[in-house]
């Protein structure tokens, strides 16, 4: 009589490509650097901003309003300001005490002058020599709303 012997394998998993725990310390690893990354951005400075710049058009042309700190080329557009309104601009990157304001009207390069930012945050009027050089050159003046409003035959009101 022969004996019966019963063999059992145990299939146990290698380690594969990656060592046993890998997973979790790459994870821990992303964690711990997104959270740095997320730290660093949070205690980075962020820019100053002035909370309004307030430009004063009095003058019947619509004017393409910038700014920038003296002495530097770049500029940040503001907007426009239609004639004979005041236009606010919110949350503008701070330039310092004094800013270069710089003045366009279509494709006329009006040049620029430095303005304290406390009188641009107060209000600050377009001077009337940039509308006497308008004129000077042919421009015609544009229609405020309540003159558009009368030739229309309709009412209106232009916002101050």
């Known amino acids: 009589m022969s004996a019966m012997v019963a063999v059992t394998r145990t299939h146990r998993p ?22 740095g990354v997320l730290l660093g951005l949070s205690t980075r400075p962020s820019p100053d901003v002035t909370p309004e710049v307030v430009v004063v058009n009095d003058g019947p042309y619509p004017l393409a309003v910038s700014v920038g700190r003296p002495g530097d080329a770049g500029r940040i557009d503001l907007g426009a300001v239609q004639p004979e309104s005041t236009r606010r601009f919110l949350e503008v990157l701070d330039q310092g005490g004094s800013w270069t304001v710089a003045l366009r009207s279509g494709t006329v390069d009006l040049g620029q002058q430095e303005v304290a930012s406390g009188e641009l945050r107060a209000g600050w009027t377009v001077p009337e020599t940039v509308h006497d050089r308008l004129a000077a050159l042919g421009a015609e003046p544009v229609l405020n709303v309540d003159e558009l409003a009368e030739v229309q035959g309709t009412s209106g009101s232009a916002p101050r």
């Open 14 to 35: 290698g380690p594969g490509p990656f060592p046993a725990g890998s997973l979790a310390v790459r994870t821990g690893a992303i964690v711990v650097v997104a959270a």
